[in-house]
């Protein structure tokens, strides 16, 4: 199959399982968006699953590509640490599937497929473990650090944070204002005091 083909079937299938979720699209649907035949769509898929699978891997690929544009080895890795989570927070507003993913609700969709969603999702701490590392080579980050671990925690609050996003009230601005600067702290100095201040 043409890859240009292929890539439209892709777009298609995204744009329908992020406008009637999983369960309520169907590949007649899909091949009608993608004006192709049914049997075509087959050709790019085993499945519905394997073709949902394949959206969501082409989903985590962009969401990567997007905040890597923003890794600078000449920035200081803290200050890109805060600046992919920001412009990763936005790209997850705009891609319903992705969050599909990233909560796990792909997950209760695909329960066969939780190991090869788990892997899909390990993928969005590429850029974090990238700027991570960057930390630990410019001497910001403890030469120690247990990056992918790490980096999965970050995802965690990013992903918690994504939560809070939506929650409305009057102080919502400040709140999360607030809750940023708090949860940048906490990552960047911990909770001790470092023994060579406590001395001083």
């Given at each position: 199959?043409e ?27 899909i091949?009608?968006?993608?004006g192709?035949?049914?049997?075509t ?8 699953q ?51 993913l990233l909560f796990?609700?792909?997950h209760s ?18 850029n974090?473990q ?11 980050f ?22 809070l ?5 009057a102080?919502?601005?400040a709140?999360l ?24």
């Open positions: 199959m890859q240009a083909k292929r890539d439209g079937i892709l777009a298609e299938a995204g744009r329908a399982f992020g406008r009637f979720g999983f369960k309520k699209t169907s590949i007649d649907q091949a009608k968006m993608a192709v035949a049914k049997g769509v087959y050709l790019a898929c085993q499945s519905k394997d073709l949902f699978y394949q959206v969501l891997h082409r989903e985590v690929r962009k969401w990567i590509a997007d905040v890597s544009t923003l890794i600078d080895p000449r920035v200081p890795a803290d200050e890109l640490l805060l600046r992919s989570s920001e412009a990763g927070v936005a790209y997850l507003e705009k891609r319903p599937l992705l969050k599909t796990g609700e792909a969709l695909l329960p066969t497929w939780a190991d090869r969603l788990d892997d899909l999702r390990a993928l969005g701490s590429e974090v990238q700027i991570l590392r960057l930390g630990i080579k410019q001497g910001r403890v030469e120690d650090l247990d990056v992918a671990t790490t980096a999965e925690l970050l995802l965690d609050l990013q992903l918690a944070y994504f939560v996003h939506d929650r409305p009230g102080d919502h601005d709140r204002a607030r809750r940023k600067a708090a949860a940048f702290s906490l990552v960047l100095n911990g909770l001790r005091v470092r023994p060579d201040a406590a001395g001083a």
